[in-house]
């Protein structure tokens, strides 16, 4: 038994095709799982276009969640960076001493979870602890990589700093681009870097099959000419087992 509190945020507007399993793949090390929903888009840029989901798909989709463990908060924030802010004040008020930021589309193998939250605990280092992703791409069966390091564990202990999670912990998963042509467009409309968005992106990049490389939505190659995001084949059975019955496990392209 752990002496210390880990509790995780979820920011929720849609998200049903994967928050479910997100949850799922965290519950049994999370003493409270906090989900905060917006009706609206908050990262970025408003839109016209009706939202493709509604709060009751969010609400079935956890449905069979614990309701012991679960929190639930209905906000009316339009600012990705305050809404951010506002779930971990609201974590830290419940005194929860680690909080793991997991987004709705972000999948955790238990044992690597529980070794990153030991390693965090044990360092008692720093205040934000950054991860790398693998990133699915259209399938369950190609992956992305890059450099880039976001905040997913916030240790309260601590008022500053950065730590890295050892990446030979053992991998963790994005399927934000695992998903439908209507999820991705929808995104798209609301994203919070939807000005840098490649031109032609979703005809040259999004739509290629099989997939091309230099894929990433917003950035290009590098000076040595290297893109960003170049898929390859993926074992699907080094995923989660939380994903082994998800309805896109034996697709070969999600559309």
């Known amino acids: ?6 509790y995780s945020y979820t920011i929720a507007h849609y998200g049903r095709d994967y928050i479910g399993y997100s949850l799922k793949s965290i519950a049994s090390l999370v003493d409270r799982l906090y989900v905060f929903y917006t009706s609206h888009p908050s990262h970025g ?16 989709a956890i449905a069979d969640i614990g309701a012991s463990k679960l929190y639930w908060y209905e906000t009316d924030i339009w600012n990705e960076g305050q809404q951010r802010d506002y779930a971990v004040q609201t974590l830290t008020h419940d005194d929860a001493d680690l909080i793991l930021v997991v987004d709705v589309d972000e999948i955790w193998h238990p044992h690597v979870l529980d070794k990153a939250l030991n390693h965090i605990w044990q360092m008692n280092g720093a205040r934000n602890w950054l991860i790398n992703f693998t990133h699915m791409w259209r399938s369950f069966n190609y992956a992305c990589t890059d450099a880039n390091w976001p905040v997913r564990i916030i240790d309260t202990r601590h008022d500053g700093g950065v730590g890295y999670i050892p990446k030979e912990l053992g991998d963790i998963y994005h399927m934000g681009y695992a998903v439908t042509d209507k999820v991705m467009r929808y995104k798209w409309e609301c994203h919070g870097h939807k000005d840098e968005l490649r031109p032609n992106w979703f005809e040259e990049k999004w739509q290629a099959w099989p997939p091309v490389d230099d894929c990433h939505p917003t950035n290009g190659k590098n000076d040595e000419g290297i893109g960003w995001w170049n898929p390859q084949p993926f074992d699907k059975r080094e995923l989660p087992y939380v994903l082994f019955n998800h309805p896109f496990y034996n697709l070969e392209r999600i559309d």
């Open 1 to 6: 038994m752990r002496d210390y509190k880990v």
């Open 45 to 60: 840029h408003r839109t016209n276009i009706q939202p493709i989901e509604t709060r009751q798909d969010i609400w079935k």
